[in-house]
């Protein structure tokens, strides 16, 4: 059975309070974590040209791939990137096909198609393996969090940590089933905002009631959508929850002893 923690409520007051202090900061704290990664592509299997960000030791073996939203790219993932980048993964972000955001945001090629998602994050999942990663999750956002289920049920190396932040059951021709569910055998987290009005929070719900465990299920007090949670009162709570979930399911193996 799913885990639903109890929730804890924020004040949004103090809040607004906070970042009002703290913009100054937070810029030049993402313009430092821009710095310290630097930009790649790969090419989709059907010869499309995405942008990326690597983020991260080159020589770390544990690394996450961060999917956007159909309304963001992936500059909405760099501050989370160079969190987990400080906690030694190794991470992807990347412009899904057709989003050009440009500058440090990167242009990928191709058109906008929502159905083409779990092709391109398949082929972010293959660069990051390629560039050494061998304990690899995804986290995704919306779009993103459906494609990376997606994925993750197809994925034939296995990934053994998911995290599906606000993402819906059914996204144009994109829908996991209960079929689909039942044969992503990683750890799956489900987080979803309590007043998002797409109805994210009753796809958490569903989606963790089809899922083999290990799964959780952490319904935040918060009514942003995808990787706004990220910035809303529930913001840190959010970080928090993913960042302990890859910690957890992402530490490399140790590798088995033929001596004595």
């Not at 100054?24 to 974590?33: C, N, Q, V, Y």
């Amino acid at each position: 059975m799913a885990v639903r923690a109890p929730l804890r409520p924020i004040a949004a007051i103090a809040f607004v309070l906070l970042l009002a202090g703290c913009t100054d900061a937070s810029s030049a704290s993402l313009s430092a974590a821009v710095a310290a990664s630097h930009a790649v592509t790969f090419t989709t299997d059907d010869g499309v040209e995405l942008a990326g960000r690597l983020f991260g030791p080159a020589d770390s073996t544990s690394g996450v791939v961060l999917a956007h939203t159909l309304s963001g790219d992936q500059t909405k993932w760099y501050g989370f990137a160079e969190r987990l980048a400080n906690q030694g993964f190794r991470v992807l972000t990347f412009n899904f096909r057709g989003y050009c955001p440009g500058g440090d945001g990167g242009c990928s090629g191709g058109t906008k198609d929502v159905d083409a998602a779990p092709a391109d994050l398949r082929s972010a999942v293959e660069y990051l393996r390629a560039d050494g990663v061998q304990r690899l999750g995804i986290a995704g956002a919306s779009m993103g969090g459906t494609a990376a289920l997606l994925v993750a049920s197809a994925d034939p190396t296995g990934i053994p940590a998911v995290v599906s932040l606000s993402a819906p059951q059914v996204l144009y021709g994109l829908e996991v089933s209960q079929e689909v569910l039942q044969t992503v055998t990683g750890a799956k987290l489900y987080i979803a905002g309590l007043g998002d009005p797409s109805g994210a929070a009753s796809a958490a719900d569903a989606m963790a009631a089809m899922s083999p465990q290990p799964v959780r299920e952490e319904i935040v007090t918060a009514d942003e959508h995808g990787t706004a949670l990220l910035a809303s009162t529930s913001g840190e709570q959010v970080q928090e929850l993913m960042e302990q979930w890859f910690g957890r399911y992402l530490a490399p193996r140790p590798t088995p002893s033929n001596g004595p």
